[in-house]
């Protein structure tokens, strides 16, 4: 591309989806072969089908312990995407005749800000509340735009394409007293941070395995287990998981999840000592290119997660150059839409600083020498794109004079 020389592959789109860790996907095949548990789990008349729910006890064991929780108060689903529609659906519509006032930020996951959008077209209404520079919200934010009739605030942890990280506790701490519910989209902090839902009072809040290195497909949501703490099911039939989500439980998914879950809690501190290190490598080096900016804050952000826009080049031409750097110019759900990133303009930056950006995401097998390609070829590019666009603009301004 652009006289650039050719390179290995390097996977750097952590934040888009984790790979399966090898011995997650050995304990999903163990689950698969074994002749013992190929039952329904819900038919536990029979040793087939109580094998089949071990499974599945074990794997909430095995989240709950991670998340700081009970396992009874793990409700399974397909994905981040369903738990975040369940939460925000069932609590918007089981309390809509104490109050319909909702809140939620610009900068959510599409799965939140396009279910709030549906509830305002039912008729509830929505504070959009909009974050400061660096992509957070505040809690003080949050307490003003309480009122009597809120039902619920709905917040993600980790911002998906900035790394920005939320003060959930103080939020949690302002929604609390209040008779309003907090749901937390956890999807991009569990696994990456310490996330002691147990310790704080966070009401609902949504997992997902691809986040962290476990299968597609599978997810959970946290449903606290206390008065007050309701949701009207989306699903019907069955009866299973309490009626919140019925239908029949993919054993396998559920187990690799499980197995993810527990390689989360015991390896957590090494994970973030191995990337932490090498974040800070890449964010140096590429802030060392003239024109480059961080997106974001420089300070209350994941470290696995780097955005930066390039001043004077196309954004298109600059991912295309990155190639085969395996990367993201937003979040995975909305690389398909030919627009500027939704967030990125909620920060204020122009159409032209929201194209030209890039997200870097790092992981638990990202290495040294894979930082170096990445950098290198980012430097590469913009100097190349750049030479380029010198003499086209000179040609530009001399046809038009």
Not at 13 to 27: E, Q
Not at 71 to 96: H, Q
Not at 283 to 302: D, Y
Request: with cysteine; charged share 15%; hydrophobic share 45%.
């Amino acid at each position: 591309m652009l006289g650039l020389p050719d390179i290995a592959p390097v996977y750097l789109d952590y934040a888009a989806s984790t790979p399966v860790d090898s011995d997650v996907a050995a304990f999903m095949q163990q689950c698969l072969l074994d002749a013992h548990a190929q039952a329904n789990p819900s038919s536990q008349g029979h040793q087939f089908g109580a094998a089949a729910n071990c499974y599945i006890v074990d794997s909430a064991v095995n989240l709950a312990t991670a998340l700081g929780v009970q396992p009874e108060s793990i409700v399974w689903t397909s994905g981040a995407t369903e738990s975040d529609n369940l939460a925000i659906f069932g609590v918007a519509r089981y309390y809509a005749d104490r109050g319909k006032h909702l809140i939620t930020s610009r900068i959510e996951h599409k799965a939140v800000l396009d279910a709030f959008t549906q509830l305002e077209a039912e008729g509830f209404d929505v504070t959009w509340l909009t974050p400061d520079a660096e992509g957070r919200i505040s809690a003080d934010q949050v307490a003003n735009a309480l009122r009597d009739d809120t039902t619920l605030v709905s917040l993600m942890w980790v911002n998906n394409e900035l790394g920005t990280i939320n003060p959930i506790a103080d939020i949690a701490a302002v929604v609390a007293p209040h008779n309003a519910l907090l749901h937390v989209d956890a999807a991009q902090a569990f696994g990456k941070l310490p996330v002691d839902i147990g310790a704080i009072p966070v009401d609902l809040a949504s997992v997902t395995a691809h986040k962290c290195y476990g299968p597609k497909g599978v997810g959970a949501l946290y449903v606290a287990q206390r008065h007050g703490v309701n949701i009207q099911p989306m699903l019907f039939g069955g009866g299973q998981q309490g009626g919140l989500r019925p239908g029949t439980l993919p054993t396998h998914q559920i187990a690799g999840f499980g197995a993810a879950a527990r390689k989360v809690a015991e390896q957590l501190a090494a994970d973030q000592a191995h990337i932490a290190p090498l974040a800070a490598q890449l964010l140096e080096r590429l802030l060392a290119v003239p024109g480059v900016t961080l997106n974001g804050s420089a300070t209350n952000r994941l470290p696995a997660i780097i955005n930066v826009s390039v001043q004077g080049i196309s954004g298109d031409a600059l991912f295309a150059c990155m190639a085969p750097i395996a990367l993201a110019t937003g979040s995975a759900c909305n690389s398909m839409l030919a627009e500027p990133s939704f967030v990125l303009k909620a920060l204020g930056r122009s159409d032209r600083e929201a194209e030209a950006s890039l997200r870097f995401s790092l992981g638990r097998h990202t290495s040294a020498a894979d930082i170096d390609m990445a950098a290198e070829r980012f430097c590469a590019s913009v100097e190349r794109l750049r030479a380029i666009a010198g003499p086209l603009t000179a040609f530009g301004a001399a046809a038009t004079a």
